[in-house]
């Protein structure tokens, strides 16, 4: 016998039970990002490999170790995008996006990174990305953190702690880097393996360690906010003073942090204790240099990332399951003359009452066998076509949910007692 076909590991399906609380997060997104004048970009899932070894930089994590990366039949090499950022500044500069103007850009789908699957963390996950492209100041910064708070109050979501840092410039990072340095050498016995070595590629990365026994070093290591000159501390003290007007409370993290030289200034993320050690559920910041290094006209740019599993996981965690659509009728029809003229009022009660939702019986069975479907499926009403109501020209409305007898309702009045009974409204200039 052979072993059945399984998914990739660390890939995962959203079934159908799943994918109404999928809609909901994603439509209220939508609607959060159109409040705050944010446009759909739709880019590719696969870039020239190239792409992601400049932007996102040779000495991390996702470059070293996580990229799903391989050749084309042409010997290109191509990696399915492992983040959205750099796919978004790269059709920005190709398209000339970012000429004198601004852009408020949003995008969604799968990315994929080569990690160790468990709770939280995938091979394929999802995510929402905001980026603004050509605003230099603290007020755009503030803008994404108020929009990603909004989206959390949007769902429901009370207690996502907002941590928030500076990286300062490039010159500011450069003498912080040093100190930093020469900190961790001192004390190069209490690093493990990957602390050593990136003590050597990228020593602000150590900071980001998430080992325990690490800990220590880490909360004793020299502040970056130590190092900020008077431009880079006024753009964070105006981020903060921004926050708390709007009444957000925050906590500044001196340890978050990016390695790459093109950040700058404010970097925030969102996290929970609620989904154990994958508690990040959005993570974002200013990275001003990028545009430059991937070839376009300097362009300051901010922007976030939500990791849609998590924020799904704490939906579901807070109790936000949300009922599937159910179908508000389903129609029973018995005998091939009902099945005909079922089709038809399926189709003209669908035009009546836009928001619907219809199911028609397919397959043909006898009436306690469409009951049973009709009942499966979740429908609220069953509509009974047979013989008798096609002479009469009526359609038998019977509830499934409540106790009630069947009606006989004359199929003319069938949309204005269906929008009564359903709170549905009916089509308008039909
Ligand atoms: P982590 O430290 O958890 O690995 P990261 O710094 O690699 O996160 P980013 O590249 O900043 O993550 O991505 C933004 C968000 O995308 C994360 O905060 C997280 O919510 C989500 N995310 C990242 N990697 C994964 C993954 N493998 N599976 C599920 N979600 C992920
Ligand atoms: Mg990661």
Redesign the pocket.
């Given at each position: 016998m052979s072993k059945n076909l399984q998914a990739v590991r660390?890939m995962r399906d959203i079934l159908p039970e799943q994918t109404p609380l999928w809609q909901w997060m994603e439509d209220r997104a939508r609607a959060v990002l159109a409040g705050y004048g944010y446009s759909e970009i739709r880019l590719p899932v696969l870039e020239m490999t190239e792409l992601f070894e400049r932007s996102i930089g040779e000495v991390t994590?996702?470059v070293e170790k996580?990229m799903y990366t391989f050749a084309d039949r042409n010997g290109d090499s191509l990696t399915l995008r492992?983040?959205g950022t750099a796919g978004c500044v790269r059709a920005g500069i190709e398209h000339g996006l970012f000429y004198n103007q601004v852009q408020r850009l949003w995008y969604q789908g799968p990315?994929f990174?080569h990690?160790r699957?468990q709770k939280?963390?995938?091979?394929q996950?999802?995510?929402i990305g905001v980026e603004a492209f050509g605003l230099v100041g603290p007020d755009v910064d503030v803008e994404l953190i108020l929009l990603t708070a909004r989206l959390w109050r949007s769902l429901g979501l009370a207690d996502l702690e907002l941590q928030l840092n500076s990286l300062g410039t490039p010159a500011e990072r450069t003498r912080y880097r040093e100190v930093l340095v020469a900190y961790l050498r001192e004390r190069v016995d209490r690093l493990d393996e990957d602390g050593r070595r990136r003590l050597e590629t990228n020593p602000l990365r150590v900071l980001?360690s998430?080992n325990p026994e690490m800990a220590d070093v880490v909360a004793g290591a020299p502040s970056l906010l130590d190092f900020l000159e008077a431009d880079s501390r006024a753009h964070f003290t105006a981020v903060c003073d921004a926050l708390a007007d709007a009444g957000l409370s925050y906590t500044v993290n001196p340890r978050l942090v990016r390695g790459l030289d093109y950040y700058a200034r404010t970097v925030f993320?969102w996290v929970t204790t609620r989904l154990g050690a994958?508690g990040?559920?959005?993570?974002?910041g200013r990275y001003d240099g990028l545009v430059e290094q991937l070839g376009g006209r300097p362009t300051p740019a901010a922007g976030?990332?939500?990791?849609?599993?998590?924020?799904v996981a704490l939906l579901e965690e807070q109790g936000a399951a949300h009922g599937h659509g159910a179908p508000h009728v389903y129609l029973v029809a018995l005998g091939a003359p009902a099945e005909r003229a079922g089709l038809r009022l399926a189709e003209q009660l669908r035009d009546a009452l836009p928001g619907l939702r219809l199911v028609m019986n397919c397959g043909g069975g006898g009436p306690k066998a469409q009951f049973k479907r009709a009942d499966r499926a979740g429908a609220r009403y069953a509509l009974v076509l047979g013989d008798g109501e096609l002479a009469r020209g009526t359609a038998g409305l019977k509830p499934l949910r409540e106790t009630g007898e069947q009606d006989d309702v004359a199929t003319a009045v069938l949309p204005a007692v269906l929008a009564a009974r359903l709170g549905v409204p009916q089509a308008t200039g039909i």
């Amino acid at each position: 016998m052979s072993k059945n076909l399984q998914a990739v590991r660390g890939m995962r399906d959203i079934l159908p039970e799943q994918t109404p609380l999928w809609q909901w997060m994603e439509d209220r997104a939508r609607a959060v990002l159109a409040g705050y004048g944010y446009s759909e970009i739709r880019l590719p899932v696969l870039e020239m490999t190239e792409l992601f070894e400049r932007s996102i930089g040779e000495v991390t994590d996702i470059v070293e170790k996580e990229m799903y990366t391989f050749a084309d039949r042409n010997g290109d090499s191509l990696t399915l995008r492992p983040e959205g950022t750099a796919g978004c500044v790269r059709a920005g500069i190709e398209h000339g996006l970012f000429y004198n103007q601004v852009q408020r850009l949003w995008y969604q789908g799968p990315m994929f990174r080569h990690e160790r699957p468990q709770k939280g963390r995938y091979r394929q996950f999802h995510q929402i990305g905001v980026e603004a492209f050509g605003l230099v100041g603290p007020d755009v910064d503030v803008e994404l953190i108020l929009l990603t708070a909004r989206l959390w109050r949007s769902l429901g979501l009370a207690d996502l702690e907002l941590q928030l840092n500076s990286l300062g410039t490039p010159a500011e990072r450069t003498r912080y880097r040093e100190v930093l340095v020469a900190y961790l050498r001192e004390r190069v016995d209490r690093l493990d393996e990957d602390g050593r070595r990136r003590l050597e590629t990228n020593p602000l990365r150590v900071l980001d360690s998430k080992n325990p026994e690490m800990a220590d070093v880490v909360a004793g290591a020299p502040s970056l906010l130590d190092f900020l000159e008077a431009d880079s501390r006024a753009h964070f003290t105006a981020v903060c003073d921004a926050l708390a007007d709007a009444g957000l409370s925050y906590t500044v993290n001196p340890r978050l942090v990016r390695g790459l030289d093109y950040y700058a200034r404010t970097v925030f993320e969102w996290v929970t204790t609620r989904l154990g050690a994958q508690g990040t559920v959005c993570a974002g910041g200013r990275y001003d240099g990028l545009v430059e290094q991937l070839g376009g006209r300097p362009t300051p740019a901010a922007g976030f990332a939500i990791g849609l599993e998590r924020l799904v996981a704490l939906l579901e965690e807070q109790g936000a399951a949300h009922g599937h659509g159910a179908p508000h009728v389903y129609l029973v029809a018995l005998g091939a003359p009902a099945e005909r003229a079922g089709l038809r009022l399926a189709e003209q009660l669908r035009d009546a009452l836009p928001g619907l939702r219809l199911v028609m019986n397919c397959g043909g069975g006898g009436p306690k066998a469409q009951f049973k479907r009709a009942d499966r499926a979740g429908a609220r009403y069953a509509l009974v076509l047979g013989d008798g109501e096609l002479a009469r020209g009526t359609a038998g409305l019977k509830p499934l949910r409540e106790t009630g007898e069947q009606d006989d309702v004359a199929t003319a009045v069938l949309p204005a007692v269906l929008a009564a009974r359903l709170g549905v409204p009916q089509a308008t200039g039909i």
